[in-house]
């Protein structure tokens, strides 16, 4: 079965320490994405990719970086420089950045020990 | 980028009845619409769309109603299940390319 699937479920990060996430589609989406979801919050976007090396900052990009070497990856590393990470993030993709029928995945719960 | 609010933050319906969930956006350049739900734990899963050029859609069991004059969507679903209880996004196309999402109403079907 196609889909999106993001690991770890949950993850711990100690203070200082970078973390990255995993988000692997084999949808054979194009565009890629990355949301962030806190306690009663919309989610807000934090980087998206249109196309293979290729991505672009959305509204909260301090503190993350992504890559997008392979269609199927877009990792998210969660830096030292981002001051509040615990989070529940979400990875999703669709067929291209023009069609906004968004797959996401399963979500990964980080959190600052 | 635009605000997508929502009018209400819970909303609790008994099993059988219809609810409606409201949406309101302040972009008027808005042309694209989605519905999104979300159990708990989970990741959100599509509903419905709507286009800027319509004033309603229909799913199954659910409906969308656009007014482009107020700038107000809502979701409505017939005949609520206890399924239906999830935390419901409206979202909006944004400029570039992705999507701006509402800070969601939770739903709560009771018996």
Redesign the interface.
Known sequence: DGGIT?SPKYLFRKEGQNVTLSCEQNLNHD?M?W?RQDP??????IY?S?IVNDF?K??IAEGYSVSREKKESFPLTVTSAQKNPTAFY?C?SSID??N????????TRLTVV | GESVGLHLPTLSVQEGDNSIINCAYSNSASDYFIWYKQESGKGPQFIIDIRSNMDKRQGQRVTVLLNKTVKHLSLQIAATQPGDSAVYFCAEKRSGYALNFGKGTSLLVTP
Do not use: E, V
């Open positions: 993001q565009a994405y949301y009663g919050q919309g989610l807000r976007l998206y249109q672009q959305g509204d979400l999703a950045s023009g906004y029928g968004y797959t996401f995945g399963s979500g």
